[in-house]
């Protein structure tokens, strides 16, 4: 029998979104400087603090090294002193990231994967993005290596982070690039099925969102960009609307509890996209 979690709080952000300076394009629909700003801010307050903070992909909006220097250095000046740990994500490039930050990705031609212990919890970090797509997927030897990992450490609970979320909803070809593809959520439910797996953190559908899977809470974020409008899209438009923010989470004996931190918000419109364009870059993502 699993040993009961350990009490620890930590915090999730997701879909950072930083440009380079001077590179922000029409897509940047905030100041996601600004926003990341605010965000270290509010864990500066948190007392006590949290144990770690956790980054779980599109760091950057394009991948360019000088956003990857930008978020290092608001890290540096702004950031808890506390482990911060980073995953990649579609908008994300491996080759910038390891520029920066080359103790974490060695060799950019491989998946950013990686693990820590801290405070009694094993993070392990595994990265979906797929080259030239926005749906997430394994590469060959990633699931090795999450099987390999989940063995290590067997007296401490797993808390994944995986930018792209398991398939939850429907699978149709105008949903599927919300998540990684039906046969990497497949062999992730496989891989962790009887682990002590505490929860799955992902962002990329800017959404708050919480859905237990299998067992396993998945965790996921708006984010730091703009929020997805969970009403509907009844008329085949994705809504993007101004709402981000970031979440506390509370391991305890119990079970994981989750508590989203809304930033000021007026919830209009910033930006519309048509699903039908969406499931196109799907097929074919050149366009």
């Known amino acids: 029998m699993p040993a009961p979690n350990p009490d620890v709080t930590f915090v999730h952000m997701t879909d950072l979104h930083l440009a380079a300076p001077g590179a922000e394009d029409e897509f940047e629909v905030n100041d996601t400087a600004a926003t990341l700003r605010r965000t270290l801010a509010a864990i500066a307050r948190m007392s006590p603090p949290p144990a770690f903070v956790v980054a779980s992909g599109d760091l950057t909006h394009h991948g360019h090294p000088d ?4 978020l290092a250095t608001m890290l540096a000046e702004e950031g ?6 980073l995953a990649l994500g579609n908008h ?9 930050f080359p103790h974490l990705h060695p060799d950019p031609s491989k998946p950013c994967d990686h693990d820590l212990l801290v405070a009694g919890i094993h993070v392990i970090v595994l990265d979906s ?9 394994w590469e060959d030897g990633q699931v090795d290596w999450l099987k390999a990992r989940l063995a290590a450490h067997p007296e401490a609970p797993k808390l994944l982070v995986i930018h792209h979320p398991p398939m939850i909803d429907r699978n149709s070809a105008r949903f599927t690039w919300k ?8 062999a992730l439910r496989e891989a962790i099925a009887g682990r002590n797996v505490l929860a799955i953190l992902s962002g990329h559908i800017h959404l708050d969102r919480v859905h237990v899977w299998h067992g396993v809470p ?14 509907g899209s009844a008329d085949g438009m994705l809504r993007m609307v101004d709402a981000t923010g970031f979440a506390i989470c509370e391991s305890r004996p119990s079970g994981l509890g989750v508590t989203f931190v809304a930033h000021p918000q007026t919830r209009e419109v910033v930006r519309e996209i048509g699903l039908d364009r969406l499931a ?6 050149a366009e």
């Open 80 to 85: 808890p002193d506390v482990p911060v740990i």
């Open 218 to 231: 998945v965790v996921i974020g708006a984010g730091h960009h703009a929020a997805g409008d969970p009403v």
């Open 129 to 137: 993005a797929v080259e030239g797509g926005i749906q997430g997927d």
């Open 179 to 186: 998540s990684l593809t039906r046969e990497a959520t497949e």
């Open 67 to 70: 956003a990857y220097r930008r």
């Open 280 to 285: 196109a870059y799907i097929v074919d993502p």
């Open 92 to 100: 994300d490039r491996r080759e910038g990231f390891a520029e920066v």
